[in-house]
């Protein structure tokens, strides 16, 4: 059904049929018997597909990659697709408007996304409050999504500034979400990729470590790197997982590389998804897993528009994929037929 009308959908501009679709998605999951049947319609359950990871357990390993539910809006409607996991954000401790529009472009040619979307969010204090009435409305029994929060900074925060802002948001989300990503890696926040530097990186995720800790609880923490870092800088990240000791790493965000782009849009600026992606991820991946020898787990992320596409990023040594453009171009049937592939592997 999603392929018959994505020619139409895609006439139209990109944002506003985001906002279009989940809204009436919302609204179909609200109708007697709406959530069952997109359950029956998309879901895969089988026990054979439950991960277990950095200490918690995942229903399957296809998640929703940060971007597409900025606002912890989307949390059950998402789990009734068949994803395993859901990561909100990236949201800032205040709202923002982001850059101004238009600032997403479709590539169709590439099977790509170009976004500038600047980190447009409500604010922590909703998306914590939004997961929290997530939490809350589950039945008797019914096992809650895992939610991962990932967390960035203002605008107008300057980079000297940025760990007080990742702290706003790391404390505001502690009690709600079950693991944390700190994005530094956006291209779409002026300065935002400094933070990437081994010793600012350091004294930020150290910093978040000494304060994981509530009550006795903590929460995995993962760093999402760009795809655009050396190999002397991935040794680096290597290198600072060790140290900190956080959790694993979500490989990789957009890219600022515009290579052997044949489509309409390929000029605009911003972070760019999709198929072009796919090989360099997954090189990423193999590269961390391999200078690592596998010391902590990755999350595969970039390019993923086929179930062949996940199981590459699984073999190269992901224990967990995430989908964003790839959801958007092949509709959510591609979450089953990944779930299914790896059901028959």
Same mark, same amino acid.
């Given at each position: 059904?999603?392929?018959?009308?994505?020619?139409?959908?895609?006439?139209?501009?990109?944002e506003?049929?985001?906002?279009?679709?989940?809204?009436?998605? /919302?609204? @179909?999951?609200? @109708?007697?018997?709406?959530? #069952?049947?997109?359950?029956?319609?998309?879901?895969?359950?089988?026990?054979?597909l439950?991960?277990?990871?950095?200490?918690?357990?995942?229903?399957?390993?296809?998640?929703?990659?940060?971007?597409?539910?900025?606002?912890?809006?989307?949390?059950?409607?998402?789990?009734?697709?068949?994803?395993? @996991? *859901?990561?909100?954000?990236?949201? &800032?401790?205040?709202?923002?408007?982001?850059?101004?529009?238009?600032?997403?472009?479709?590539?169709?040619?590439?099977?790509? =996304?170009?976004?500038?979307? $600047?980190?447009?969010?409500?604010?922590?204090?909703?998306?914590? %409050?939004?997961?929290?009435?997530y939490?809350k409305? =589950?039945?008797?029994?019914?096992?809650?999504?895992?939610?991962?929060?990932n967390? $960035?900074?203002?605008?107008?925060?300057?980079?000297?500034?940025?760990?007080?802002?990742?702290?706003?948001?790391?404390d505001?989300? @502690?009690?709600?979400?079950?693991?944390?990503?700190?994005?530094? !890696?956006?291209?779409?926040t002026?300065?935002?990729?400094?933070?990437?530097? +081994?010793?600012? =990186?350091?004294?930020?995720l150290?910093?978040?470590q000494?304060r994981?800790?509530?009550?006795?609880?903590s929460?995995?923490?993962?760093?999402?790197?760009?795809?655009?870092?050396?190999? %002397?800088?991935?040794?680096?990240?290597?290198d600072?997982?060790?140290? &900190?000791?956080?959790?694993?790493?979500?490989?990789?965000?957009?890219?600022i590389?515009r290579? #052997?782009?044949? !489509?309409?849009?390929?000029?605009?600026?911003?972070?760019? !998804? $999709?198929?072009?992606?796919?090989?360099r991820?997954?090189?990423?991946?193999?590269?961390?897993? +391999?200078?690592?020898?596998?010391?902590?787990? *990755?999350?595969?992320?970039?390019?993923?528009?086929?179930?062949?596409?996940?199981?590459? /990023?699984?073999?190269?040594?992901? #224990?967990?994929?995430?989908?964003?453009?790839?959801?958007i171009?092949?509709?959510?049937? =591609?979450?089953?037929r990944?779930?299914k592939?790896?059901?028959?592997?």
């Amino acid at each position: 059904m999603y392929q018959l009308l994505k020619p139409l959908l895609f006439q139209f501009d990109p944002e506003n049929v985001h906002y279009f679709v989940t809204r009436n998605l /919302k609204r @179909f999951n609200r @109708f007697p018997g709406g959530a #069952s049947l997109s359950k029956a319609i998309w879901g895969t359950d089988d026990k054979r597909l439950e991960r277990e990871v950095f200490g918690l357990k995942f229903k399957n390993p296809v998640g929703l990659a940060a971007g597409f539910d900025k606002n912890a809006e989307l949390i059950s409607e998402m789990g009734n697709l068949g994803f395993g @996991f *859901i990561e909100v954000g990236t949201v &800032t401790p205040l709202p923002q408007p982001g850059n101004p529009k238009p600032r997403m472009f479709r590539l169709p040619a590439d099977a790509a =996304l170009i976004n500038r979307m $600047g980190f447009n969010n409500l604010g922590v204090d909703v998306a914590a %409050e939004r997961i929290a009435a997530y939490r809350k409305s =589950l039945k008797p029994g019914q096992q809650a999504l895992i939610v991962g929060g990932n967390i $960035g900074k203002n605008k107008v925060t300057p980079n000297e500034d940025a760990v007080s802002d990742y702290i706003k948001c790391f404390d505001r989300l @502690f009690d709600v979400v079950d693991y944390f990503v700190v994005n530094v !890696s956006s291209p779409n926040t002026p300065g935002l990729r400094e933070l990437q530097e +081994k010793e600012p =990186l350091m004294n930020l995720l150290n910093t978040l470590q000494q304060r994981n800790n509530k009550d006795g609880v903590s929460r995995p923490i993962l760093l999402k790197i760009a795809p655009d870092l050396t190999n %002397e800088q991935l040794n680096d990240i290597a290198d600072i997982v060790k140290q &900190t000791s956080i959790a694993g790493i979500i490989a990789t965000n957009t890219t600022i590389s515009r290579e #052997s782009l044949t !489509s309409q849009h390929k000029g605009e600026t911003g972070g760019l !998804s $999709g198929k072009p992606l796919t090989k360099r991820s997954t090189e990423v991946i193999a590269y961390l897993h +391999k200078a690592s020898g596998g010391a902590f787990p *990755i999350i595969g992320v970039g390019g993923i528009h086929s179930a062949e596409d996940a199981m590459e /990023k699984l073999a190269a040594g992901a #224990s967990l994929v995430q989908l964003y453009t790839g959801f958007i171009y092949e509709g959510p049937g =591609l979450i089953g037929r990944i779930n299914k592939r790896i059901l028959q592997s």
